[in-house]
Structure formats: C-alpha cells, structure tokens
C-alpha cells in the first residue's frame, strides 16, 4: 500500500544553478507552456513568455523559487524587490500536468514566506488583461488571487509602463495591480 505522494519542495535554487542548462530549459519549458495555455491569444505567434537569458540572470540574482517534485520541476515563481517593504511576485507557473493540485497556492505562500523574511509587508502581482474582452483564465485568476487574500489596487499602461512588451503583444493589454498585506515576519 502507498500513501500520497509527498509534496513538492519549493526553494531557491543555489545561483550556480544558472549554469545548468537543462535545468534553464525545463523552467522555460514550464513557464512558456503554463502560459500559452494561460494567455492565448493575447500574444504575438512564437512568443516566448520567458528566454534561457532571463532565467539564468534570475537563478543568480537568487529570484526564483522552484518547486520540485519526486519527477522533477513542477513550478515556479519569480520574485523582487519593489521597495524597501513591499515585493512582487510574478511568472508563476505550475507544469500543466501538475496543474490543479494547490501547487500554486503553495509557490505563492512559499513567495510571501520568503520575501517576508526578507521584511516585506506587502506583497504585489501584476496581472496582464485583454482590454475590451473577457478571457477566462484572467477571470479565473481575478478570482482565485481574491480567495488567497489579494486585492486589487490599481491598473497600469502596458504601452507606457512596458512599451517593450508592447510589440509582442496581439491585442491592446493593460495590467491590474494587486497587493495583499503580508504578516509581520517573527
């Protein structure tokens, strides 16, 4: 008889991991697929989300949180500074064939954990939108950052705030901002 399988364990990997470039390719792999799926249509053909040359300046800077299971890389999260108490979090992404099993919510929980420790009070996403049409998966996103305590606060110009991003873009996008206040570390 075999019980569950045990969870995936989620840390920030060594910054030598940059130079393991199997390793670099899984994460792309994960996060371009996990957000093909996520935001259909809303870019150009053959966009990546995420390249081998952003992932191995984020393994170094220590930015990323990996979740692995007894098969490999199954998440991860990126996260940074954005003040001197407030952090964001962002290209979260769970392998498509993980999807479902709380993984996110444990990648997001193990982000605030991590940046808490690090003295942040608030924790912050952005989260790209189709302007003038609903997609599904943002709804889905809108409501599941909601249940995890997020609020939203604000919304900003992908064209003025991100205009390299703009290009790459199949239809005109804004970002919602939204924040959650994290507990005091201790």
């Known amino acids: 008889m075999t019980g569950p399988a045990p969870a995936p364990t989620i840390a920030v990997p060594d910054p030598t991991a940059a130079d393991d470039e199997a390793l670099v390719a899984r994460l792309a792999s994960v996060v371009n697929a996990a957000y093909a799926i996520g935001e259909a249509g809303m870019w150009r053909p053959g966009t990546p989300r995420v390249d081998a040359a952003q992932l191995r300046e984020d393994l170094r800077a220590g930015r990323l949180l990996v979740a692995r299971a007894a098969d490999g890389l199954v998440g991860v999260v990126r996260v940074q500074a954005l003040g001197p108490d407030r ?44 302007i003038g049409r609903e997609q599904p998966s943002k709804e889905r996103l809108r409501a599941w950052y909601s249940r995890l305590g997020y609020r939203r606060v604000g919304e900003g110009s992908i ?18 901002v939204w924040q959650r206040a994290l507990a005091p570390a201790g």
């Open 87 to 130: 952090w964001g979090f962002g290209m979260l992404a769970v392998d498509p064939a993980a999807q479902g099993g709380h993984l996110g919510a444990a990648l997001v929980g193990a982000a605030e954990a991590h940046v808490g420790a690090a003295g942040a009070t608030t924790m912050q996403l952005e989260l790209l939108v189709p």
């Open 159 to 176: 064209t003025e705030d991100h205009p390299e991003l703009a290009d790459a873009l199949a239809e005109p996008c804004a970002y919602e």
